[in-house]
Structures are given as structure tokens and as C-alpha cells.
């Protein structure tokens, strides 16, 4: 990817570490909020914060139900595709 976004990837600075006898480098963990429930931890960072970034320990759960509306959408859109072409 170009390196035009010096500002962004400044922000983002990760600290790796290399432990003894590992040879892939551990990043630093990321900021992490408890949430006392999922419907709080959406509210609170956002469908896409929890699902995507994990600001919460629920961001499996989001990434799950992220799942399943991808694949919701994308099965309807492959069905009228198929109702198209057969008529």
C-alpha cells in the first residue's frame, strides 16, 4: 500500500516483542474496556468497534452476528440473481 498516510500510521505504532524460542513477534495488546453486556458494548463502542476492532470481550460474539448478516445479504443477493436469470 502507498505510504501517503504518515499522520495514521504514526497512531498506530505497534510494539512487538520476540521471546525466547518464539519466532513470530507478540504485539502489544490492545485497549480493553469491560462491558457488562452486549447490548452496553454496542451502545457504548459501536457495532463496528466491538466486532472489528474488540474494544470489549464481546467482540467474537459481534464478529459472529457480523457473520451471519454478511451472509444473509449475500445469500439473498444470490438468490435473485438465480430468480433473474431463470426467467
Do not use: C, Y
Not at 457495532?47 to 445469500?75: E, H, R, S, W, Y
Amino acid at each position: 500500500m502507498a505510504s501517503g498516510g504518515d499522520k495514521a500510521d504514526a497512531s498506530k505504532k505497534v510494539v512487538t516483542t520476540i521471546r525466547k524460542g518464539e519466532r513470530i513477534p507478540r504485539r502489544s495488546l490492545p485497549q480493553f474496556e469491560e462491558a457488562s453486556s452486549f447490548s452496553n458494548a454496542i451502545r457504548r463502542d459501536g457495532f463496528l468497534g466491538t466486532a472489528m476492532d474488540d474494544k470489549n470481550q464481546f467482540g467474537p460474539v459481534g464478529m459472529m452476528i457480523m457473520l451471519l448478516i454478511v451472509a444473509t445479504i449475500t445469500g439473498f443477493i444470490i438468490k435473485m440473481i438465480d430468480i433473474i436469470i431463470s426467467s
